[in-house]
């Protein structure tokens, strides 16, 4: 009686086990998305000033090499 429980015991584990150590597609990318997001969000609010001097030094950078290409002048 008690070899019966305690293999019941061991195989309700193994299918616990089984179930919880299952992977579902696609959860990984989708909670790596939302990660990101926020981390984005959080260095928007908190380098407000210095993400807006960031963006606008690269714009300038790629609009100066975008004219560069275009005219056909190597830098």
Do not use: H, W
């Amino acid at each position: 009686m008690m070899r019966q429980v305690k293999n019941r015991i061991a195989q309700a584990g193994r299918y616990i086990r089984s179930k919880a150590m299952k992977k579902e597609p696609g959860i990984d990318g989708i909670l790596v998305t939302v990660g990101l997001c926020i981390i984005a969000l959080l260095l928007c609010v908190v380098m407000k000033d210095s993400l807006t001097a960031f963006i606008k030094t690269l714009v300038e950078a790629m609009t100066t090499k975008a004219q560069q290409i275009l005219t056909g002048v190597a830098a």
